[in-house]
């Protein structure tokens, strides 16, 4: 696990050498126990690598690293989990009888070698981030893994060509320019999250999951800017091949194919020569995986759970019930608000581009719990999107046939009818009938709730319907002065054949999973130095996970069907079964207390219009109406303030 980046530039008037220095010092955090730095001035190619060191701890894994033929030279972050497998098979195949250490980057090299880029991507399971330069047809090429895993950003900038992990180290370069991307801004405020392919600057953008593009250099850096994507996998692909490929066994065959793809993707994944562990919050998920862990090790897994002593944001006592039954080593930490509201001003300077996910907060505080025990991290990661777990794939399917055929008009005057009070004038309505309200009822706030459906009761078809349900600013090119929203996957037509309950999924998995879970959970593990691994993203997983028949994945009402089965082997189905709850915060609380001062100032009137970024008139007037409860703007303006805090770091 590691941090690259470098730069192609065979004009340059600096020293690369000096660049380089920079570059890989801010990076030190996803690397700490070692870098390297290779310039090939012949062709003005710089690759530069922090190392974190897992697997193979010896200077035989240290990078750039060449392969034997010195064809190849790589600078690769990441794991690939079947890498002694490849290596048996290059020894079958090829006579491959040397290895110099053994680490998965150099059987990386051996496979490119031998079976060329294309055939090693197909064979590889695990995640990765990687730039491979073919010094025999001076071919620089850059990979990204299947799901997005591991981030890459790459851009022009002048006549330099730039690529990393991190937008921090691009930053160092002497041509980087970093002009904001209006456009995309706004696009940022419908996701909360830059993304993919795009950053938050102009002309740098993320190398889409399951894709590679190549740079001839040795051509003029005018051809080379006009290099394309290419996709070697895709949910896109495999969503739409589902109907070819559609599990026809039972659901009991389903849970034990399901149950040893699980056992064989956690068993690669706790490959380490560090000490290892896992993320337990005593949901479905995370309680699968370390379920399968503890039942393939002869000692008892650590685990790591965040609690809160506020009842209605706190799973830890479910994760603890979790560990006592499964025998764990488990640590768990009860964050004050106080904890939690410290790390907000460390939040910009980890995520180097606006990322407005408040969950981030618990994130970063569990990985560093973990860190202290651990270097390696296994989490629970992606059960909802393969599976139908979210509360949307169960509710969206069913409300659209309840409320696409009644009139639109009919649905837009409700809608401004529900909206009219505000979500915080309905809570309070709520208190004074609280008292003779079913105790099942009593504990939930309507407010926001009502303040979404009147949201969704709006939309025009499924496919709006979905794009409302996860966005907050339904018009977000109206608050960003001089831009118009960019185009993101969220307007594909790629998906339009298919049913709408897999076309959530696919959407959720190609953009809130890629761009938002995992680049969450790639910074927060990163920023303390510790690997986190998705054992639910092995494609094979994944793969299965898509062939099955949805009534395996939903039933009753619930997600999760055939892995609840799974997790019944090892669990009670009792410790288990409860409402789904998420990894939150009381932002819109906090917003209004304690975080009051820091936000006043952010979203000064005068400091909003100095910045000339966001219409300063709607800012205030959303902040207004969150201070004095009569609306409840807490998404919105974290958005907002996410981007001013990190506006504030660049200068």
């Given at each position: ?155 022009w900038q002048k006549e330099a060509l730039v690529f990393g992990s991190d937008l921090i180290a691009l930053k160092q ?351 927060a593990s990163m920023a303390v130095s510790l690997e986190s691994r998705v054992p639910f993203l092995d494609h094979r ?111």
């Open positions: 696990m590691c941090g690259i980046a470098g730069f192609w530039h065979p004009t340059a008037d600096y020293d690369r050498a000096s660049v380089a220095q920079y570059m890989h010092q801010v990076m030190v955090h996803r690397g700490p126990d070692d870098h390297g730095v290779l310039s090939i001035e012949a062709i003005g190619l710089t690759l530069i690598h922090r190392r974190l060191s897992i697997v193979d701890l010896s200077p035989a894994g240290h990078q750039p690293m060449h392969s034997p033929s010195l064809r190849y030279t790589i600078v690769f972050n990441g794991e690939i989990y079947n890498h002694l497998e490849l290596r048996k098979e290059l020894e079958f195949a090829f006579g491959v009888q040397y290895w110099r250490g053994h680490s998965d980057t150099e059987t990386l090299l051996i496979a490119f070698e031998h079976w060329g880029i294309d055939v090693t991507l197909s064979k590889l399971v695990g995640m990765f981030a990687i730039a491979l330069y073919d010094a025999n047809n001076r071919v620089l090429t850059l990979i990204r893994d299947r799901v997005g895993e591991k981030p890459l950003y790459y851009g370069h002497p041509n980087f320019e970093g002009r904001i991307n209006r456009d995309v801004l706004a696009l940022y405020l419908r996701h909360n999250v830059v993304p993919s392919p795009y950053s938050i600057y102009e002309n740098i953008y993320k190398l889409d999951a399951g894709c590679c593009i190549h740079f001839d250099l040795t051509q003029h850096h005018s051809q080379l800017s006009h290099a394309s994507q290419q996709t070697y996998w895709s949910f896109s692909q495999l969503a739409h091949t589902q109907e070819s490929r559609l599990f026809t066994g039972t659901e009991e065959e389903a849970t034990d194919e399901l149950e040893k793809l699980l056992l064989q993707a956690v068993k690669g994944q706790m490959q380490a020569d560090v000490p290892l562990g896992a993320f337990l919050s005593g949901g479905i998920d995370s309680s699968t995986i370390v379920s399968l862990m503890q039942s393939q090790s002869t000692k008892p897994i650590k685990t790591f759970t965040i609690g809160f002593d506020d009842t209605g944001y706190n799973e830890a006592h479910h994760a603890k019930a979790i560990s006592d039954h499964l025998g764990t080593d488990h640590t768990e930490w009860y964050l004050t608000p106080q904890d939690a509201r410290s790390i907000i001003p460390e939040l910009p300077k980890i995520w180097s581009e606006p990322f407005a996910d408040s969950s981030q907060i618990p994130m970063l505080l569990v990985s560093r719990l973990a860190k202290q025990h651990v270097t390696v991290a296994l989490s629970g990661d992606a059960g909802d999107e393969l599976f139908a777990g979210y509360n949307r794939h169960q509710q969206l399917p069913a409300l659209w046939r309840k409320l696409g055929n009644k009139p639109y008009w009919l649905r837009s005057a409700l809608s401004a009818l529900l909206s009219a009070p505000g979500a915080d004038t309905w809570d309070k309505m709520y208190q004074i009938i609280k008292p003779i309200l079913p105790r099942h009822l009593q504990h939930k706030m309507p407010g926001y709730k009502l303040d979404k459906l009147a949201t969704i009761l709006a939309a025009k078809n499924e496919k709006d319907l979905y794009k409302r349900t996860v966005s907050h600013q339904l018009n977000p090119a109206s608050l960003v002065l001089n831009s118009h929203e960019a185009q993101s996957k969220l307007d594909s037509t790629q998906l339009n054949t298919m049913d709408f309950l897999h076309w959530i999924m696919a959407l959720d998995s190609m953009t809130y999973l890629s761009d938002d879970i995992l680049t969450k959970v790639d910074r997983v994944i793969e299965f996970a898509w062939s099955l028949p949805s009534h395996f994945k939903q039933n009753a009402g619930s997600g999760k069907q055939v892995l609840r089965r799974v997790l019944d082997r090892y669990v009670p189905r009792a410790m288990i079964d409860r409402p789904k709850q998420g990894f939150g915060l009381p932002v819109g609380d906090w917003l209004r207390n304690e975080l009051k001062s820091w936000a006043d100032d952010l979203l000064s009137p005068e400091k909003i219009r100095q910045q000339g970024v966001f219409d300063a008139h709607w800012v205030q007037k959303m902040w207004q109406e969150h201070c004095h409860n009569k609306r409840n703007w807490q998404f919105q303006l974290w958005d907002v303030l996410m981007f001013q805090a990190w506006l504030e770091e660049q200068r």
